[in-house]
């Protein structure tokens, strides 16, 4: 079992930034890929941006230029850059971590987001 704990959100004006941060409570080594998901209000959840335990990134095109992800492997913890924030952008978003053990998958509570014009 592994605990994501997200924290940063709040509210940030068109244009702004912010910097997301998620603890996982298992080491870093055990867990395969981390991301970050969002979900807008009567929207489907969406995938925002990935990273592997080698490195590789991967970002939904919407953020591309705009938010960078990153880990800290000796902080068990993965971050989200977010610039130039729109008020698209607004949502609760929630950490994710997929496990090397079987491929279990994991969810943080999620912060919210919320970008004003």
């Known amino acids: 079992q592994v605990q994501l704990v997200e924290s940063g959100g709040g509210l940030v004006q068109a244009g702004g930034s912010l910097r997301l941060s998620c603890a996982a409570s298992?080491?870093?080594?055990?867990?395969?890929?981390m991301g970050w998901y969002r979900q807008a209000p009567g929207k489907q959840r969406e995938l925002v941006a990935t990273?592997?335990?080698?490195?590789?990134?991967n970002y939904a095109d919407s953020v591309k230029g705009r938010f960078t992800i990153s880990r800290d492997n000796a902080k068990n913890t993965v971050y989200l850059q977010m610039n130039s924030l729109k008020p698209e952008d607004t949502a609760v978003y929630y950490c994710?971590?997929?496990?090397?053990?079987?491929?279990?998958?994991?969810w943080g509570q999620g912060t919210q987001v919320t970008v004003s014009s």
């Open positions: 994710n971590a997929e496990s090397f053990f079987l491929r279990f998958v994991f």
């Open positions: 298992a080491s870093m080594s055990s867990i395969k890929t």
């Open positions: 990273i592997t335990s080698g490195g590789s990134t």
